[in-house]
């Protein structure tokens, strides 16, 4: 009876195939093709190992997106994203609609991610109505390295509107509209704009300035300030799991003395040890008892730069100033 167990043991340690441990996917992958016909040019994935979600920005030539996906044990195909680890492979899954009814068909859609062995991150895309067509889809990105940032580099991507909703998450009412001409951010009830800022290797004990002009359609009799744009950051690890910490100023709200008149908004923070990325967002002020009322904030021409002592921050930032709205 031993002799069977431990020949048993012996078959099990020396299977091909070993458990094998999830892969990292946590950073930026850029799409491997020189057209990318609707495809996400670039992934940006944040997942803590210990975590039950995993969070999957995906950015277009004219948009970004994001999901957060529940880590379940079991394959279930449902509504919202939900992801099961296939050995070292990760699997996404959304479940659509079947094809049925009046509304439009939505197909079953499934992603089994895996790392090649140059490091490539193949994307297997499977899209199937339950009475209708398959389609299949083959992607591949490379991870991107840490960015470099010399001082006074705008760590933005798409900072004046210029390209509408390009490198920004928006959340409720959000949208790119003209301001006098020139396109801007513009939100309303609550909305919000996002992105994400990878930092350089060296970002740590350097000084970061966040920058941006603002304007509000409401200026409350008693100064409350709900309606007001501002600007505000968080420092993270770099698979999200960490808040290490806020970026606010009481410079960064537009503090106008009439409506629609345009304030600079700003702040110069020293990135903490361990910040790999920060959160930008545009956002509305609001005070307790004042609700919003469907007014805009507006917020253009936005910056977000490094600087290695805070003597060069603030010179930056007094020439800004000094320079006005352009």
Known sequence: ????????????????????????????????ADRPDGQAIEIQVAHDAASSWIKVERHYADRATADVCVVIASAAMI???????????????????????AAPPIPDHEEVWSLAGDGVLDVDVTERLRRGTLSETHLSYRRASRPTARDGENLLGNPNADAAMADWLTAGDAAVQSCGGNPCFVIRD?????????????????????????????????????????????????????????????????????????VAMWGVYRV???????????????????????????????????????????????????????
């Open 1 to 32: 009876m031993i002799g069977l167990v431990l020949s048993l043991i012996a078959i099990v340690l020396g299977s091909s195939s070993p458990l094998q441990a999830p892969s990292d996917f946590v950073g930026r992958w850029q799409l491997q």
């Open 79 to 101: 509504g919202t994203c939900h992801a099961t680890w296939r050995g070292s492979s990760l699997v996404l899954r959304w479940g659509g609609n079947g094809g049925q009814g």
């Open 190 to 262: 609550r909305g919000s704009f996002q992105q994400s800022v990878w930092l350089p290797a060296e970002a740590a004990g350097r000084y970061l300035v966040m920058q941006g002009w603002g304007a509000s359609e409401r200026i409350n009799v008693d100064r409350a300030i709900t309606g007001l744009p501002y600007l505000y950051g968080m420092a993270l690890v770099a698979d999200g799991s960490r808040i290490l910490d806020y970026f606010q100023d009481r410079h960064a709200m537009a503090q106008a003395d009439r409506p629609n008149q345009w």
């Open 272 to 326: 903490p040890a361990g910040a790999e990325r920060l959160t930008f967002q545009l956002a509305q002020a609001e005070r307790q008892g004042v609700p919003q009322n469907g007014s805009a904030a507006r917020f253009d021409d936005l910056g977000c730069y490094l600087f290695s002592n805070e003597s060069a921050a603030l010179a930056h930032l007094a020439a800004w100033l000094a320079q006005g709205r352009p």
